[in-house]
């Protein structure tokens, strides 16, 4: 905004942050203010189409409406112009209108592999890496901090100014199904990758060519009972049966030493604690006692998604995540979280119930203007408000860069852990005949022959991934790997026979810890890759790149060593195939 575009205060870049907060705010109306509170998902698209598919409104009507300005990106851009052009034509939108309150974009994972793309959105046209347990392998925060930074260059170059990550749970229990998206299982590793991490992405002290980070998922959602996720109803509990909070905690209290300035609470309830068993995103004892008076948090905290509005996603209900209040209406629920320190309402847009609740009382304007400042707050020091637009050339030339791409790639290889090798049968020889499976055929072509039977080879080559129950109850739940982690009878006996016919390398993607049964005794090499491409794992393979990954977590024995640990007590369950750290080199 130039100089003579300045009519308010609060639109004076020369003016200190906190005097235009406060101007900003003495000019807002009740609905300016109810509409900062929620933080819902926008469909990439025609901004005056909703989305049926999630029942969502048009983000013009969003904005003009409700007056909100905070939204997470379903869905992506082909490249990176039309992306910034998308975000400009609504940042358009939202001057236009009112006070011209920017909007603050915000995005899942954009840049790793997934099989969940509810929680972690495909790359698209940005550079492509190893999910976060690929960094964990790596053990370096100084890498990780350069991911944040290329990361950082590509959001910032289409307007995506808060990451929804990182997600710093501790995955004490194997069997959970969001394991994928975590550090692993040592709270020591991931409280100095968290540091690296956020630094890459908001640099020293949030500023203009920052992106805020969105630390989840307090206090550690890692120790759920069973394994169970609670997303959904039957795994909304969170167990401590080892007494281990403080060793979650560990994570999150270097998060906010690094300077994290959003927080996001779990869905779970905390069972057998001292603390209220309600959801923590309703929990007083968790969000006010703990995280605000005792760990010094000042920041935004915003509630995971749909913790208020019972919704139905791909047909099926989904209940509202008031996990212990479900007997509570909607307002309820809304009063219930304001009560427990919630700034703002993920993944909700009924400003209509609070705007009810102002009118009512039960909801002080005072209590409001505490989180709107803090949001508000937000978007000046992220230097929304002075320059809210991205410049459509230079997205073209940032997301995707091909040195970005390249070194994402580098990383996937580096990243993979080498668990077995016996008789040295990695590094492979180039032109060798292969079989594989789970392996792109022309993508092997440039490295060996490709035969069509065990028989018929040299060696064996098959990508795999880490077993799971089949849990498909419905709407997204199948998205969730759950349940056993020992590969089931049959497709253990098949792939045993493939290497008792030829010598075999069994290359598992572990999006959670997988029981190997003995397959790294059948088979001459096992690698853990952990969301990598075939180049990036054939490179490896083959002997262009080595790998330098080490295990993130124990590789249990059996479920019943699983069953038998105690859900919230690291590198707990008894013998494991595979101990924490573990990797070989060549």
Not at 115 to 126: C, H, V
Not at 158 to 168: C, E
Not at 309 to 334: K, N, Q, S, Y
Not at 370 to 380: C, I, M, N, T, Y
């Amino acid at each position: 905004m130039t100089q003579d575009e300045v009519r308010f205060p609060y639109q004076d870049a020369a003016l200190p942050v906190e005097q235009r907060v406060e101007d900003v705010l003495s000019r807002m109306d009740a609905a300016d203010k109810a509409g900062m509170l929620f933080h819902t998902m926008v469909a990439f698209g025609d901004p005056s189409v909703g989305n049926p598919t999630f029942g969502i409104p048009s983000a013009e009507s969003m904005v003009r409406k409700r007056r909100m300005n905070h939204f997470n990106i379903l869905g992506a851009a082909p490249d990176g112009r039309e992306f910034a052009a998308w975000h400009n034509a609504l940042q358009r939108v939202a001057r236009e209108d009112g006070l011209g309150i920017p909007l603050t974009f915000s995005t899942d994972p954009r840049h790793a592999f997934s099989d969940n793309p509810l929680t972690s959105i495909l790359a698209g046209p940005f550079s492509q890496w190893p999910e976060t347990l690929g960094f964990a392998a790596l053990r370096s925060p100084e890498r990780l901090q350069r991911f944040g930074d290329i990361a950082r260059q590509e959001y910032l170059a289409v307007g995506l100014r808060v990451a929804l990550h990182p997600q710093i749970d501790l995955a004490t229990e194997p069997r959970w199904s969001r394991i994928n998206g975590t550090f692993g299982e040592d709270a020591d590793l991931t409280s100095a990758l968290v540091v690296g991490y956020i630094r890459g992405f908001q640099g020293e002290e949030l500023g203009p060519d920052s992106v805020a980070t969105m630390v989840k998922h307090f206090p550690g959602g890692g120790p759920q009972l069973d394994g169970e996720d609670p997303h959904f109803e039957w795994g909304k509990e969170q167990v401590y049966p080892g007494g281990a909070q403080e060793y979650h905690l560990r994570p999150f209290i270097a998060a906010i030493g690094a300077g994290a300035t959003q927080m996001m609470p779990y869905y779970g309830k905390p069972v057998g604690t001292d603390w209220e068993e309600v959801g923590f995103g309703f929990n007083k004892d968790v969000l006010t006692d703990l995280l605000r008076d005792r760990l010094g948090f000042e920041g935004i905290v915003c509630t995971d998604w749909g913790l208020l509005t019972d919704a139905e996603i791909l047909g099926t209900p989904m209940p509202a995540r008031a996990w212990g209040l479900e007997h509570l209406t909607r307002p309820e629920r809304m009063v219930k979280a304001l009560d427990a320190g919630v700034d703002q309402f993920g993944g909700e847009l009924c400003t209509d119930v609070l705007l009810d609740l102002l009118g009512s009382g039960a909801v002080s304007e005072e209590r409001l203007d505490v989180s709107v400042r803090r949001l508000l707050r937000e978007k000046f020091r992220l230097g929304l408000f002075d320059d809210p637009f991205v410049d459509e050339d230079r997205a073209e030339a940032v997301v995707g860069r091909a040195d970005f791409v390249e070194e994402g790639l580098a990383a996937q290889s580096d990243s993979l852990t080498l668990l077995t090798n016996t008789d040295a049968i990695l590094p492979l020889s180039r032109g060798v005949s292969v079989y594989a499976e789970g392996v792109d055929a022309e993508v092997l072509g440039g490295f060996a022959t490709v035969v069509a039977t065990p028989e018929e080879a040299d060696v064996a080559i098959l990508r795999i991934k880490a077993p799971f129950e089949d849990r498909d109850r419905g709407g997204f739940s199948a998205m969730f790997h759950s349940g056993s982690l020992e590969f089931p009878v049959e497709e253990h006996a098949r792939l045993t026979r493939i290497a008792e016919t030829v010598p075999t390398v069994i290359d598992v993607y572990l999006d959670r810890p997988a029981v190997l049964g003995g397959l790294e005794e059948s088979a001459r090499a096992v690698l853990a890759d952990y969301g990598a491409s075939d180049q990036a794992v054939l490179a490896v393979l083959f002997g262009d790149r080595g790998p330098q990954g080490a295990l993130p977590f124990d590789l249990p024995r059996s479920d019943a060593a699983v069953i038998a640990s105690r859900s919230d007590v690291a590198f707990d369950t008894e013998d494991p195939t595979f101990r924490f750290g573990h990797g070989l080199r060549y």
